[in-house]
C-alpha cells in the first residue's frame, strides 16, 4: 500500500474535479450542484452517505471488516460571494468564487475516499468523510454536528483536516495548541435624535459619536490589553444615514474580533461598553453594544498533532514539514469538531510554483495549484490510516 503512489493515478480524475466546482462556485449552506458533483464522485465507492437536511452536507462513512477507532476526515465545500479576477481558463463567471481553497479541500477529501475505500478489505476501523457546506460564516460545521455527524458511527477517536494556504506548493505546516484565532462580531449602535443636515445643532448626530469610536477602538486595543495577550480588532463596517443630507437617528459600526482566550473577549465587552457609553453621553447620544462570538480557537491537540507532524515527515519528508511558530489569526469552524474530538488542523502551501508575492485566501485573483491534490489526498488517508493502526 502507498497512498502516495496510488493518489498519482487518480490526480487526473480529482484536478477535472476541482476545476469543475471552482468553475461553478456556490455560497452558502445550500450547495445543490456542488452536493451533486460529490455524490457522483463517490459512486461505487460502497459508502454510507447521509444527506443533511438544514444543510446540503453529505457524511459518508467507510467502514473496514472489523471494529476499530473511528476516524473523521473533513473538507468544506462552500465559496465566496467574490467576483474572481484571475485569468484561469476555468474562472468562475458567477459572482462567486473559490477564492478559499475549498475546491480543493473538496476534491482532495474525494481523493483520499477512494484511496482508503480500495483497501477496506484491510480496514479494521471506520472513517467518517465530513463533506461540509457553509464554513465561511455560516457555522456548517456547527449544523453538521447539531445532525449528529460525531454520532452516525460512534464518537470518533480523532479528526484531521487540511487548508490550502499560500506558499511553496506542497509543504505541510501546523502546531500544537492554539492554531488558528477565535472570532467575534463586534456591533455598536449610536442612538441620537435625526434632523436636516445643515442644522446640526438642532439633532445629536450619531455619526460623529461613531466617527470618533473608529479610532478610540484602536487605541483601546492598545491601552488596555498587553501586547502579549493577541487581540486583533478591525472596524469593517459604518452605517449612518441613506441621504447625504439627513442626520439620521441610528449609526453603526461593526467590526472583527480575533482572540486567544474567551476571556480577553469578556473584558473587551467590559471595556467597550465603558468607551461607547461615555462618548455617545458626550455627544447627547445613547449605545448599545453587542458581542457575539462565532467560532471558538481551533484548538489542536498535542499528542494527534505530534503524530500527524510524525506521519507527514515520514511520507512527504521532514523538509516538506514545519511547525509553525505563531497561530493563524484568521478563524475556522472545524474548531467546533476539535472541541468535542482530539485532533489536528493542517495547512498546506499551494501556490502555483514561482509565483511571487501570491496573493491570499479571499482575494479575487488568489490562485492555488491544483497539482498539490494528489499529496493532499494521500496526506488525508495517511492520517486517517496511521491513526487506526494505532488504535
Not at 485532533?343 to 499551494?350: D, E, I, M, Q, R
Request: with cysteine.
Amino acid at each position: 500500500m502507498n497512498f502516495v503512489e496510488e493518489a498519482r493515478i487518480i490526480h487526473p480524475g480529482l484536478r477535472e474535479l476541482r476545476r469543475s466546482l471552482h468553475r461553478d462556485p456556490e455560497v452558502g449552506l445550500d450547495l445543490p450542484r456542488t452536493q451533486a458533483k460529490v455524490l457522483a464522485a463517490l459512486e461505487g465507492l460502497g459508502l454510507e452517505i447521509t444527506l443533511g437536511t438544514r444543510t446540503t452536507s453529505i457524511t459518508a462513512v467507510l467502514r473496514g471488516v472489523s471494529p476499530g477507532p473511528t476516524v473523521l476526515l473533513r473538507g468544506d465545500m462552500d465559496a465566496l460571494p467574490v467576483i474572481e479576477e484571475t485569468s484561469l481558463e476555468y474562472a468562475s463567471g458567477n459572482n462567486a468564487m473559490h477564492a478559499c481553497g475549498h475546491d480543493l479541500h473538496t476534491a482532495g477529501l474525494v481523493g483520499a475516499a477512494q484511496l482508503l475505500a480500495a483497501h477496506r478489505e484491510d480496514l479494521k476501523g471506520t472513517i467518517v468523510f465530513m463533506f461540509q457546506p457553509g464554513e465561511e460564516g455560516f457555522d456548517g460545521a456547527k449544523v453538521m454536528i447539531e445532525e449528529g455527524i460525531l454520532e452516525i458511527a460512534g464518537k470518533p477517536d480523532a479528526a484531521y483536516g487540511l487548508h490550502v494556504m499560500p506558499g511553496a506548493p506542497g509543504v505541510f505546516a501546523t502546531k500544537p495548541g492554539p492554531v488558528m484565532s477565535g472570532a467575534s462580531e463586534l456591533r455598536i449602535t449610536v442612538h441620537g435624535e435625526g434632523g436636516h443636515g445643515s442644522a446640526p445643532a438642532n439633532a445629536r448626530n450619531p455619526v460623529a459619536v461613531v466617527g470618533v469610536l473608529v479610532g478610540e477602538l484602536q487605541s483601546l486595543v492598545n491601552r488596555r490589553f498587553s501586547v502579549f495577550e493577541p487581540l486583533i480588532l478591525t472596524v469593517t463596517q459604518i452605517r449612518g444615514s441613506d441621504a447625504v443630507n439627513v442626520i439620521p437617528g441610528t449609526a453603526m459600526l461593526a467590526a472583527t474580533v480575533r482572540s486567544f482566550a474567551a476571556d480577553t473577549v469578556d473584558r473587551l465587552r467590559e471595556e467597550v461598553t465603558e468607551l461607547a457609553n461615555g462618548m455617545a453621553a458626550a455627544h447627547g447620544c445613547t449605545a448599545e453594544v453587542d458581542i457575539k462570538s462565532t467560532f471558538p480557537v481551533t484548538m489542536n491537540d498535542d499528542a494527534e498533532t505530534a503524530a500527524a507532524l510524525g506521519v507527514l515527515s515520514k511520507t512527504f519528508g521532514a523538509q516538506r514539514v514545519h511547525v509553525l511558530t505563531d497561530p493563524v489569526t484568521a478563524s475556522e469552524d472545524f474548531s467546533h469538531v476539535l472541541a468535542e474530538v482530539p485532533g489536528a488542523f493542517v495547512f498546506l502551501s499551494a501556490s502555483p510554483a514561482g509565483l511571487e508575492n501570491p496573493a491570499y485566501n479571499h482575494s479575487p485573483k488568489v490562485l492555488f495549484n491544483d497539482d498539490v491534490l494528489g499529496d493532499q489526498a494521500a496526506a488525508l488517508a495517511e492520517l486517517a490510516w496511521a491513526r487506526i493502526q494505532r488504535g
